[in-house]
């Protein structure tokens, strides 16, 4: 069964540093999101990427982040500098399409601690 | 900004007894809603889902009931197994937003 795979599964960093987590979709996925969830807070969305560009972003999304699709297969979430709120588990997701009608596929996360 | 609530942290039942999870809605532009399950150290995974335009959906054991004019969805699990034990969370979503809007999570403990 495809799946959405992650990683790596689980990164510490030290506050300020760059963080590079990454994904890959299912193939014949084009629609792809991040979201996170701080521990033991709701899932949260931070963005949606489709036809190589962001289509939809949250407040949480600022500067600090960008996502990029380098190739056919790999979908990257970047944090430039992080902060120690940026802990938590990162989601990558892929749908064929983006309705409600079909649902996204989630990887099993990255764990991003912040040190 | 709590779109989609999940008052319910935590509810355990009894294995062979029904599970009943919960959620409420404040924005009426929702037009589907979704139940996704999470176990521990992995993704949320897709369990059912419900058009506005509906107000029920089963699926094996699961069953979705959608009130639209009290914004309540609740999600009823017959008969409750262990493996049913996870975080369950309820998402919604409206056309034009690419993005689900989930709900804070219920875990679902059942007891042998």
């Known amino acids: 069964e495809p799946e959405v795979t992650q990683t790596p599964s689980h990164q510490v960093t030290q506050m300020g540093q760059e963080v590079i987590l990454r994904c890959v979709p299912i193939?014949?996925?084009?629609?792809f999101y991040w979201y996170r969830q701080i521990l033991g807070q709701k899932v949260e969305f931070l963005v949606s990427?489709?036809?190589?560009?962001?289509?939809?972003k949250s407040e949480i999304f600022d500067d600090q982040f960008s996502v990029e699709r380098p190739d056919g297969s790999n979908f990257t979430l970047k944090i430039r500098s992080t902060k120690l709120e940026d802990s938590a588990m990162y989601f990558c997701?892929?749908?064929?399409?983006?309705?409600?009608?079909?649902?996204?596929?989630f990887g099993q996360g990255t764990r991003l601690t912040v040190v | 900004d709590q779109q989609v609530k999940q008052n319910s942290p935590s509810l355990s039942v009894q294995e062979g007894r029904i599970s009943i999870l919960n959620c409420d809605y404040t924005?009426?532009?929702?037009?589907?809603f979704l139940w996704y399950k999470k176990y521990p150290a992995e993704g949320p995974t897709f369990l059912i889902s419900?058009?506005?335009?509906?107000d029920k959906n089963e699926d094996g054991r699961f069953t979705v009931f959608l009130n639209k004019s009290a914004k309540h969805l609740s999600l009823h699990i017959v008969p409750s197994q262990p493996g049913d034990s996870a975080v369950y969370f309820c998402?919604?979503?409206?056309?034009?937003?690419?993005?689900?809007?989930f709900g804070q999570g219920t875990r679902l403990t059942i007891n042998p």
């Open positions: 998402a919604a979503y409206y056309q034009g937003a690419q993005k689900l809007v």
């Open positions: 924005n009426s532009m929702f037009d589907y």
């Open positions: 419900i058009s506005s335009i509906k």
């Open positions: 990427f489709y036809n190589n560009e962001i289509s939809e």
């Open positions: 193939s014949n996925h084009l629609y």
């Open positions: 997701a892929s749908s064929i399409q983006v309705s409600g009608s079909t649902e996204a596929f």
